[in-house]
């Protein structure tokens, strides 16, 4: 069964800091991959997404992706993290065809 | 146009009574979702409709949750004879099959 992992449940930086937020997944076949913000009281929207082609995606908001297939992995990482991106990020994958599978998330505070 | 509408945004219900959420997805996505959010917790899959295959039901927690799906409209999830523990913002999510998801605004319910 697809499995996500997102390492760090918390994560606290001061602005003007980068930001990389990892995600594994657990799937050896071709796969479908997402990162999903929910900004507080709001719902989540898609941040940015990996079909195929350049493994490096960029996102709205000076976000970014790197797919690695070799690490089942899917890395987000932004290089100057603002007080507007305090929010909750998910990480999630499907295989072509199946469920969307979520990671437990990822809350990010940035102090200003 | 019109996202993924859900209804009632809020319930409040006593622990045993049977509750009855709805997802208007948007016209013409495939695949629609049901996921769990609850407090301090990431999302958690319940079921996933896709077309007209059989529903992927695998994330159901008991037998007193189910739903239904009328062909690639409406859904309804039904939880019976409820508990404390089933108190979450309820999420229903749309899409075309391998596309990112559509997510509604939730229903938060809460079983006193």
């Known amino acids: 069964a697809q499995s996500v992992s997102q390492h760090n449940h918390h994560v606290i930086l001061s602005e003007a800091a980068s930001l990389e937020l990892g995600c594994n997944y657990s799937y050896g076949g071709t796969v479908n991959l997402f990162w999903y913000v929910q900004y507080p009281g709001q719902h989540l929207q898609l941040l940015l997404k990996?079909?195929?082609?350049?493994?490096l995606v960029k996102g709205i908001k000076g976000f970014e992706a790197e797919f690695i297939k070799s690490k089942f992995s899917f890395n987000l990482r932004k290089p100057s993290v603002q007080w507007s991106d305090t929010a909750e990020y998910f990480c999630?994958?499907?295989?072509?065809?199946?469920?969307?599978?979520f990671g437990a998330g990822t809350i990010l505070r940035v102090k200003s | 146009g019109a996202g993924v509408s859900q209804s009632p945004s809020n319930k409040v219900t006593e622990k045993g009574k049977d509750v009855e959420l709805r997802c208007d997805p948007i016209?013409?996505?495939?695949?629609l979702y049901w996921y769990r959010q609850r407090l301090g917790q990431g999302l958690e899959f319940l079921i996933y409709?896709?077309?007209?295959?059989?529903?992927?039901k695998s994330g159901l927690p008991s037998d007193r949750f189910s739903a239904e799906r009328t062909g690639e409209s409406v859904s309804t999830l039904t939880i019976q004879r409820t508990q404390q523990e089933d108190s979450a913002v309820y999420l229903c999510a749309s899409s075309l099959m391998g596309s990112p998801l559509h997510f509604g605004n939730g229903t938060r319910l809460t079983v006193t």
């Open positions: 999630a994958v499907n295989a072509k065809g199946n469920k969307l599978v």
């Open positions: 990996y079909f195929s082609g350049d493994p």
């Open positions: 409709f896709q077309g007209n295959s059989a529903p992927d």
């Open positions: 016209s013409g996505h495939t695949a």
